[in-house]
Each structure stands twice: as C-alpha cells, then as structure tokens.
C-alpha cells in the first residue's frame, strides 16, 4: 500500500464551491469505477478555504501513467473532469496544465 497527498484550488467562490461539494456528495458510478480499477483503494478529499487536500492510498497496480492512460480512453472521466474544471484552478505551484499537485512529505511520526 502506498499513500499520495495531492492538491489542488477551486475558484474562490461560495457558490461554486457549494455546487463542486454537491457533486463529490453523489460521484458519478463510473467515476468511482475508474478510480478503483486504477489501483486506487481509497480516496478523500478535505477542503480549507478553496484549497483542496486529497489523500490517496494505493495498491501495487496503480501508476499515474496508468491513470492517465485510462482516464484518456474514458469518456465518463472526460466528461467529469471537464465538469470540475469550472469550478477548479490549478495551485500557483503547478505546471502548466497540471490539475492535482503531487505534495512532498516533510514530516512523519509514528508512536510504534
């Protein structure tokens, strides 16, 4: 099991920000779908401000190529992400179309 934290801002706006939450509230079933047979074994999302946080873990399967390469042939994931893109913006950190930002763990501990 590996763990990723990515992030990612919505438009500072109260509204959309209510709409983008109503969405992650029902996800479509195929986006949930690809999510799980990429690899992925859970997932949250967390929101401060219009800053978004997600924390995934994953199996031995999941790549990001093999994400993306998936996603690129999924017309429901298409139609999803181009839907969250209204309300999303990328961070000032991120590379020119970069959506999610892959973040760098700085800190751990651990009581065992």
């Known amino acids: 099991m590996k763990r990723y934290a990515l992030a990612l801002d919505l438009k500072d706006d109260e509204q959309l920000i209510k709409?983008?939450?109503?969405?992650?509230?029902?996800?479509w079933?195929?986006?949930?779908?690809?999510?799980?047979?990429?690899g992925i074994?859970?997932?949250?999302?967390?929101?401060?401000?219009?800053?978004l946080f997600m924390m995934?873990?994953?199996n031995d399967s999941f790549s990001f190529d093999r994400k993306a390469s998936m996603d690129a042939t999924n017309?429901?994931?298409?139609q999803w992400e181009a839907l969250m893109w209204k309300?999303?913006?990328a961070i000032p950190s991120a590379k020119p179309g970069e959506k999610w930002v892959l973040m760098e763990k700085i800190f751990e501990t651990s009581a065992h």
């Open 56 to 58: 995934m873990e994953t």
């Open 19 to 27: 709409e983008y939450e109503q969405y992650h509230q029902d996800v």
């Open 41 to 51: 074994e859970s997932m949250e999302i967390y929101r401060a401000g219009n800053r």
């Open 75 to 78: 017309e429901k994931v298409q």
């Open 29 to 38: 079933p195929a986006i949930l779908e690809s999510i799980h047979s990429a």
């Open 87 to 89: 309300y999303q913006q």
